[in-house]
């Protein structure tokens, strides 16, 4: 483990004082825990007094949400067990914990729409209450300091729908934000497999909540190039053939089923009851008929750069074609450039909600397009808003 020996002067200074100022309200579980007070000043560049109130609000979730006793006490929801695709599935060479997540095939949807947001949230911090401890016994074994993990996400079939579903977004960015507060420091190395256009646009949501660190720490890639670097930092015996590896089930399966959670959809028998609240119903949304071979655009100004497009719409029956388009002008001339790829969904049974994080600003244009239907018009019901940027005051 780290001792104070191992550090330079100023961290050794600074690991000392922030103990002293935080000595009274520390659990005994974590008072001595040399390696804590060592990460919140590393995420404050050696500035005491940052360190010392972030450690102070870290202190206190724990103390909120009782994460001490979050491993013995807490048994997450069973539709969090079976459907959130998160496994841990071996160390790298160094001995850091490796986790898989299939965010891709994740039905995020399906999950939420059975489970309440901070109950998901919950489970996925046990998960890292799990590795913190696999990582003690894991420094004791080797006889050397581990703090890290290492999160292999892979965005396969990721798609519009699921990268611009309202209620996801939101629940990610609780997530992030719990996480960059009350674990700096703890990511070794984070590989996004199978990225897509689609994945740029929930990155684009993510990246503001994530500190310089982090973001240093994480390599980007689409189908080629990552089963090699992989490979250059965890054995090919102990990581699943799927990610190049050489590791199977007995029966010579390379997904490695019966060890690794694979995304899937959540049967509809988990989904929570609740009343249906259609947006037909609601008199602050709007109502907008696309003729049958046509299409129909709604501008919307943006006067500030990082505002947020936030939507919700569904059609009274069948699907409609939808996209999102920024209006550039150059040289007298009009262009629209796509955002969102223009696809049909299906929204006369549930409503389709979105956010989209708008880097310029400008007009940018929702499209509702009817043009492949030869016979029926679309009876299109929905609310839309463009929030301005938050104002950070720290």
């Known amino acids: 483990m780290h001792g104070l020996e ?4 100023k961290e050794r200074e600074a690991v000392i004082e922030l103990k002293r100022r935080v000595s009274g309200e520390i659990s005994d579980s974590l008072k001595n825990d040399v390696n ?39 048994k997450a929801e069973e539709v969090v067990i079976k459907y959130l695709p998160m496994t841990r599935i071996c160390f790298d060479k160094e001995g850091a914990v490796v986790r898989y997540f299939d965010f891709g095939n994740m039905d995020c949807k399906g999950i939420l729409k059975s489970c309440k947001t901070n109950l998901v949230i919950k489970s996925v911090v046990q998960q890292f209450e799990e590795d913190v401890v696999l990582m003690k016994k894991q420094s004791e074994k080797l006889g050397k300091n581990i703090q890290q993990w290492i999160y292999i996400l892979d965005f396969d079939n990721y798609s519009f729908a699921k990268a611009t579903h309202k209620a996801t977004v939101e629940a990610l960015i ?23 256009v689609y ?43 799927f990610l190049g590896g050489n590791r199977t089930d007995p029966d010579g399966n390379a997904n490695c089923v019966q ?20 947006l037909k119903d609601q008199p602050t949304a709007k109502k907008l008929i696309v003729s049958r071979k046509s299409k129909t655009p709604i501008e919307l100004d943006v006067d500030e750069a990082g505002s947020t497009i936030e ?54 244009i929702l499209l509702f397009d009817n043009t492949y239907s030869w016979i029926h018009q679309k009876e299109i019901y929905y609310k839309v808003q463009v929030v301005p940027p938050v104002i950070n005051l720290n």
């Open 259 to 278: 060890s690794v959670k694979h995304g899937q959809n959540v049967p509809k028998e988990y989904y929570m009851t609740k009343s249906i609240n259609r």
């Open 174 to 196: 609780q997530l992030f934000q719990t996480y960059e507060a009350n674990y700096p420091e703890r990511l070794k190395a984070a590989y996004i497999t199978n990225a897509s």
């Open 36 to 74: 804590l007070y060592l990460r919140f000043v590393r995420a404050r560049d050696l500035n005491l007094d940052l360190a010392e109130n972030m450690l102070r609000n870290h202190i206190a979730w724990r103390v909120a949400n009782q994460i001490d006793s979050i491993l013995t006490t807490y």
């Open 311 to 364: 939507y919700e719409f569904e059609t009274d029956s069948k699907d409609i074609g939808f996209g999102l388009f920024y209006k550039e002008t150059a040289n007298n001339k009009c262009e629209c450039v796509e955002l969102i790829p223009k696809q049909r969904i299906d929204t006369h049974l549930s409503s389709e909600t979105g956010l989209f994080l708008c880097d310029k600003a400008g007009i940018y």
């Open 199 to 241: 994945f740029s646009i929930i990155f684009s949501m993510i990246k503001p909540l994530l500190s310089g660190n982090t973001i240093k720490k994480i390599s980007i890639y689409g189908k080629e190039g990552w089963k090699e670097n992989l490979l250059e930092v965890i054995d090919a015996d102990v990581l699943p053939g």
């Open 6 to 9: 191992d550090l330079s002067l």
